[in-house]
Structure formats: C-alpha cells, structure tokens
C-alpha cells in the first residue's frame, strides 16, 4: 500500500524507498557521453556480471533497450521473429519497423509462452529475392507472467544455432523466471545472444533498463543509444538506483509471488471471475470476467483505493509488486467481493 492506494495496475508503479534515494542522493555522477560516469559504469559491470554476459549498457527505458537491440542484430530488410502479443511487437510502437527497415514476423505464443519451433522453421525464408531475411529470433520472459521452461530455451539455442539465427530475450521480468525456477539468471540468459533487463519494474528503480550481451553487440547497441536520443550525461543518478534494484530487490521478488498466488486463490472464491488457470506463475494474475461488469468493477475497486489494470474487454490485469503487502491481498479481496456482491453492479450487468 502506499498513500492509503492499492495500486495493482503494474509493477512499474513502485516508489523508490529510502535506501534507494539516499543511494541516488549520494552518487558519483561524471558526463556518461564521455563514459565518465562512475555509477553507470558501476552499474554495466554490476549487470554483465550478473547477466553473465561481456558487457552491459544503461538504458532510459525498456522499449528503447528492445529496440537497440534488433538494431544492432538486425539491418533494414531484415526480418525478426516474434510473438503476436510480444512487447517488442505489439506495445513498442513497431519501432524496429519505423526506425530500422526491420520487417517482423509475428506468430501466436503457445500457451505457456513460447514460440513453438516448428511454427517459426516454418515462418523463416528462403534465400531468395522476394523474401526478408531472417536474422533474428526474439522471445520474452516471463510472457504474460509465464516462465520459460528452461529445456524450451535449450532447444531455442540449438535451433538458432542450426539456422543461423540471433536470439534476443526481452527479459522486463526475467529475475521474477529466476526466483520462480529457483536458479541463478545466467542459466536462463546462457541461452540467448542479448537480453534487455528492466530496473523500473519489479526491481524498483524509478527509471532504466540494462541491455546485455557481447561487447561488440554492446558498441552496435551504444551507437544506436545516441542516435535514439538516449545518451545520457550525469546519469548516475539513476543508474545509482538501477545498483540498489540489482543488488537488493531480486530475492524479495519471491514475497510478490506468494501474494499473487494468495491473490488468485482469494479471487477463486469469487462467482463472478474466472481466474486463469496458471495465473500467479510470477507476480500476475489475469482474470476473466463479464464485458458489462467490467467498467463498473473497476470504477468501484478505484473509489475503495485499489487500482486494477485491464488486458481486454473481458479480462483484468493484477500486478504484485514491493508496494504490495501482504495485508493488502486480503484487503484487495474482500473490496472485489464486495463491489461484485453489491446490488448497483449486479443491475449494471443486466442492463
Ligand atoms: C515494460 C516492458 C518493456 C518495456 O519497458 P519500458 O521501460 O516500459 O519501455 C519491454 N518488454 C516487456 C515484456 C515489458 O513488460
């Protein structure tokens, strides 16, 4: 809780806290454009060694490290292979087309939130004229809250190897993939060639992501960073706080599963919602429920303090994040219980 909300839109919405300000407060700051700034530079080794990677660069944002990279994998007339409801694709503003000549291929997750492998050999062109190249594979982790299976992503590098792919991972959440699979990250990222991190979700920071990879992937990236407009010059600022989310925030993203699991078993019990089935693999909870309740629901949730995200017209988005107790769950439940219960939402629903 903060502020007396319950604001379950998004991970993003969490508040630096005090030891995340003070960090940022004191930082040693330099013009990071000259590659003088002590604490992104403190934060790009912090992030490679933990990524397990060569080199790491500080990012303004997760669409613009996504971007740089299918940038620097890709060249205009280059295809890359994607998920239809794949955060590169569908939320980013088609950048890679807009910006970088690059055609993607979409095609439908499976269920859990892979790219089946045979659908994408089936989808990668010949070498011929009348086709884009196929250059790059991209998946994200976690999908929708889903983890990648770890014997899927194997097989994803072999397949890549085997056609000569890249393989870029968004990974927004991908330590909510490592603390729910209980491994280390680099058994996770071991498999791809570049992998995007966001600092500003679960882990906290107020600004940033860390784009991973080889270092030379990482001087294409850096190229393409200052031609988007993303260099930046005393950034330490907030790459001070990127430090904090790194080294401090990662484990406790276990206390955001237990209370979305909490969440999903507390809604179950609710006629009115239907709660996905394998919702609260991570730290969200998708939730079906009637078009004409919608609307109402979510107005009346508000004015009790509890904020809910929608991911369609029929579905409800929960996000637990470090700005969310325990209590709050409880609390949280009983509001939809009793705004679902109340007569003024019922008439709603036959209008
Ligand atoms: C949030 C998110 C991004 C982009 O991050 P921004 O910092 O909001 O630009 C990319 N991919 C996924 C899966 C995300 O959830």
């Known amino acids: 809780m903060c502020g007396g909300i319950i604001d379950l839109r998004s991970d993003t919405v969490t508040r630096p806290g005090n030891a995340m300000r003070e960090a940022m407060a004191g930082a040693a700051v330099g013009d990071d454009v000259y590659g003088d ?18 080199a790491a660069l500080f990012m303004p944002s997760g669409t613009q490290s996504n971007l740089c990279a299918l940038l620097a994998h890709c060249q205009r007339g280059d295809e890359y ?11 980013e503003g088609g950048g890679a087309a807009v910006v970088g000549g690059i055609q993607p291929q979409p095609l439908e997750f499976s269920a859990d939130g892979t790219l089946d492998l045979a ?5 990668l062109k010949p070498e011929d004229p009348h086709f884009a190249r196929t250059r790059l594979l991209c998946l994200e982790n976690t999908q929708y809250g889903r983890v990648l299976p770890l014997d899927y992503l194997a097989a994803a590098r072999s397949f890549v190897d085997c056609h000569g792919l890249a393989l870029h991972l968004d990974g927004a959440r991908i330590f909510n993939a490592s603390v729910e699979q209980e491994v280390p990250v680099t058994e996770i990222t071991r498999h791809a060639d570049s992998v995007s991190v966001c600092l500003s979700k679960g882990l906290g920071a107020p600004v940033g992501s860390v784009l991973c990879g080889s270092h030379s992937f990482i001087e294409k990236a850096h190229r393409w960073r200052k031609v988007l ?9 907030l790459a001070a706080a990127g430090i ?14 237990v209370n979305a699991v909490a969440l999903a078993a507390g809604l179950r019990s609710i006629d009115e919602l239907q709660v996905d089935a394998d919702a609260a693999q991570t730290n969200m909870v998708f939730v ?11 107005a009346e949730l508000a004015r009790r303090g509890i904020l809910i995200g929608v991911s369609g017209p029929d579905r409800i988005r929960l996000v637990t994040h470090l700005d969310v107790e325990a209590a709050d769950i409880a609390t949280a439940v009983a ?8 007569p003024p939402v019922r008439r709603a629903g036959r209008l």
């Open 37 to 54: 700034d002590p604490s992104v530079n403190r934060l790009q080794e912090l992030a490679a060694e933990v990524v397990g990677t060569e």
């Open 81 to 91: 292979i994607v998920g239809q409801t794949a955060h590169t694709y569908r939320y």
């Open 119 to 123: 659908l994408v050999e089936s989808y």
């Open 229 to 237: 407009g993303g260099g930046m010059r005393q950034a330490g600022v």
């Open 244 to 257: 904090v989310a790194l080294t401090r925030n990662v484990e406790r993203l276990a206390d955001d599963h």
């Open 288 to 298: 079906g429920v009637r078009r004409d309740l919608l609307p109402q629901l979510r």
């Open 335 to 342: 509001a939809f219980e009793e705004v679902l219960r109340s």
